[in-house]
């Protein structure tokens, strides 16, 4: 049974040039896929992707050194951390 998060209830309109609708359908052909599907596949793996990649940091095994020792033993409080701090406190709403 379908749950709420489930029933396609939005719907996307986009204009393309014949060759590129062209293309699309041939690819669509060869996935076995209604063109609708294989657009909507193509780009939530792309949006996927690029989401991950401005949502995840890597860092390298020095750089991760540096971060867990930086968490470990952090620096002591001084004037700019704490007017920074102070700054936050002000213009973060929660």
Request: charged residues 30%; proline residues 4%.
């Amino acid at each position: 049974m379908p749950t709420i998060e489930t029933i396609k209830q939005e719907r996307m309109h986009i204009r393309l040039d014949t060759i590129s609708k062209q293309n699309l359908e041939k690819a669509a052909s060869y996935s076995h896929k209604k063109l609708s599907e294989f657009v909507l596949s193509q780009s939530l793996a792309a949006a996927e992707t690029i989401i991950s990649e401005h949502e995840q940091i890597t860092l390298s095994q020095p750089d991760w050194d540096l971060f867990l020792d930086a968490l470990e033993k952090p620096p002591a409080k001084n004037a700019k951390l704490t007017e920074a701090l102070a700054l936050h406190k002000k213009s973060v709403v929660r």
